[in-house]
């Protein structure tokens, strides 16, 4: 594979971690090539955050765990099946995997050989741009022109669609989600069409596969288009068919103060969905899918009218991060929702200062009568803006005892 121009210098490419990593390699005659998302931004000249360094070696993972050993450098065999091989190198982690070539695919899993041939390896991969290679002194190898696709924003299958996807069926929600990241209307066509042809298969898939793919996709600064596309060519229908489009998700990005995949999978719902089949049906967490029935719960009704009072009852029923998901959701609720999220964020709900050991004390027996005694202090309380302390909030339980 010949080299077809270099990358700007990156402050990640000469780092003492990857030096020693890749002076371990080089002593065994191994030659690695950074791949994947830290050459992709590179090339794009975005700022590398939160992105894994991974590395394309042309070694056998056993030859590669010796090589670190040698160093006195850990390495963990996190995905050797695939050929993938860990290394720790202080404190910070790379994935490196042997060059491969596919024997057999099913659509979901893949029998891979090892090989030491680049451009074998490059043509199993998926799109064009997830092709391209750097050396260490950022000679770049680009055997796909990915690099014009990138400057394009086009994400475009290497070779043939159908066989790509018939490798490996996630590869169609792959599609989208790398467009959310790095494309730009139109859609590549050809691939595009072929997503649509295969969208079918992606019912054989498990849930968490699809989950991971759409919370990533929906984390995309501007999803709304691939996200759009995706419906349009089918790619949702079996996993989430109570898609109600995109105009209440790209409200809810105009408003947001950061990306929350989550909050804006609630956007393309409609209300009345079954949060509990849905988080069922994408494996949720159980957090994942409690949060999303609370979001899109028809009550409590938000009152972001009512100013602060009501914003400070609210938080204290729903608690903040959850108020939060419900304000920045409440998309056709009159006032000053900017303020509300404000108080969200910077206030922290009181204790309430009576609880069920001091309706005791007033010689209340043990049972539902002190629950419902405390809960109608609580209700005045709130009423109140939490302004009653422990003294008042005792009077009013002692009234409310001797009235009941």
């Given at each position: 594979m010949?080299p077809?121009?270099r990358?700007?210098p990156?402050?990640?490419?000469?780092?003492?971690?990857?030096?020693?990593?890749f002076?371990?390699?080089?002593r065994?005659d191994v030659?690695?090539?950074?791949?994947?998302?830290?050459?992709?931004?590179?090339v794009?000249?975005?700022?590398?955050?939160n992105?894994?360094i991974d590395?394309?070696v042309?070694?056998?993972?056993?030859?590669?765990?010796?090589a670190?050993a040698s160093?006195?450098l850990?390495?963990v065999?996190t995905?050797?099946?695939h050929g993938t091989?860990?290394a720790?190198?202080?404190g910070d982690?790379?994935e490196?995997?042997?060059l491969?070539r596919?024997v057999?695919?099913?659509g979901?899993?893949?029998?891979v050989?090892?090989t030491d041939d680049w451009?074998?390896?490059?043509?199993?991969?998926d799109?064009t741009?997830?092709?391209l290679?750097?050396?260490?002194?950022g000679?770049?190898y680009?055997?796909f022109?990915g690099?014009s696709d990138?400057?394009?924003?086009?994400?475009?299958?290497?070779g043939?669609?159908d066989t790509?996807?018939?490798?490996?069926?996630?590869?169609?929600?792959?599609?989208?989600?790398f467009?959310?990241w790095?494309g730009?209307?139109?859609?590549?066509g050809p691939?595009?069409e072929?997503c649509?042809?295969?969208?079918a298969?992606?019912?054989g898939?498990?849930?968490?596969r699809?989950?991971?793919?759409?919370?990533?996709l929906?984390?995309a600064?501007?999803?709304?288009?691939?996200?759009?596309?995706?419906?349009?060519?089918?790619a949702l229908?079996?996993?989430l068919?109570?898609?109600?489009?995109v105009?209440?998700?790209?409200?809810l990005?105009a408003?947001?103060?950061?990306?929350?995949p989550?909050r804006r999978?609630a956007a393309?719902l409609?209300?009345v969905?079954?949060?509990t089949?849905?988080?069922?049906?994408l494996?949720?967490?159980t957090?994942?899918?409690?949060?999303?029935?609370v979001m899109?719960?028809?009550k409590?009704?938000?009152?972001?009218?009512?100013?602060p009072?009501?914003?400070r009852?609210?938080?204290?029923g729903?608690?903040?991060?959850?108020y939060?998901d419900?304000l920045?959701?409440?998309?056709?609720a009159?006032?000053?929702?900017?303020?509300a999220?404000?108080?969200?964020r910077?206030w922290?709900?009181?204790?309430?200062?009576?609880?069920?050991?001091?309706?005791l004390?007033?010689?209340?027996?043990?049972?539902?009568?002190v629950g419902a005694?405390i809960?109608a202090?609580e209700r005045w309380w709130?009423d109140?803006?939490f302004a009653?302390?422990r003294?008042a909030c005792?009077?009013e339980?002692?009234r409310?005892a001797?009235?009941a």
């Amino acid at each position: 594979m010949k080299p077809t121009g270099r990358l700007e210098p990156q402050p990640w490419m000469d780092t003492p971690q990857v030096r020693a990593l890749f002076d371990s390699l080089g002593r065994s005659d191994v030659v690695a090539r950074f791949v994947g998302g830290c050459v992709r931004d590179a090339v794009l000249q975005r700022p590398m955050v939160n992105v894994d360094i991974d590395l394309a070696v042309d070694k056998p993972p056993e030859t590669i765990m010796r090589a670190l050993a040698s160093a006195k450098l850990k390495s963990v065999p996190t995905g050797l099946k695939h050929g993938t091989v860990t290394a720790l190198v202080e404190g910070d982690r790379f994935e490196l995997t042997t060059l491969r070539r596919d024997v057999e695919t099913d659509g979901r899993r893949a029998v891979v050989a090892y090989t030491d041939d680049w451009l074998e390896d490059a043509n199993r991969r998926d799109f064009t741009f997830n092709a391209l290679y750097a050396d260490r002194d950022g000679t770049l190898y680009d055997p796909f022109d990915g690099r014009s696709d990138l400057a394009a924003g086009r994400v475009r299958f290497i070779g043939d669609a159908d066989t790509r996807i018939a490798e490996d069926r996630l590869r169609v929600l792959r599609f989208f989600r790398f467009h959310a990241w790095y494309g730009r209307l139109p859609l590549d066509g050809p691939s595009f069409e072929a997503c649509r042809r295969n969208a079918a298969v992606l019912g054989g898939l498990s849930g968490e596969r699809v989950a991971k793919e759409l919370l990533r996709l929906l984390e995309a600064p501007a999803p709304a288009d691939a996200l759009q596309a995706m419906a349009e060519a089918g790619a949702l229908d079996h996993w989430l068919p109570e898609f109600v489009g995109v105009a209440r998700l790209r409200a809810l990005i105009a408003r947001e103060d950061a990306p929350d995949p989550l909050r804006r999978l609630a956007a393309i719902l409609p209300s009345v969905a079954d949060a509990t089949a849905i988080g069922k049906r994408l494996k949720l967490s159980t957090q994942q899918a409690l949060r999303l029935e609370v979001m899109l719960a028809p009550k409590p009704v938000i009152d972001v009218a009512g100013g602060p009072k009501a914003w400070r009852a609210g938080i204290y029923g729903l608690g903040n991060n959850l108020y939060a998901d419900r304000l920045l959701l409440a998309l056709d609720a009159p006032g000053d929702w900017r303020a509300a999220l404000v108080l969200a964020r910077s206030w922290t709900p009181p204790e309430l200062p009576v609880s069920g050991g001091d309706a005791l004390k007033l010689g209340l027996k043990p049972g539902p009568r002190v629950g419902a005694l405390i809960e109608a202090v609580e209700r005045w309380w709130i009423d109140g803006d939490f302004a009653a302390h422990r003294g008042a909030c005792l009077a009013e339980l002692e009234r409310l005892a001797r009235g009941a």
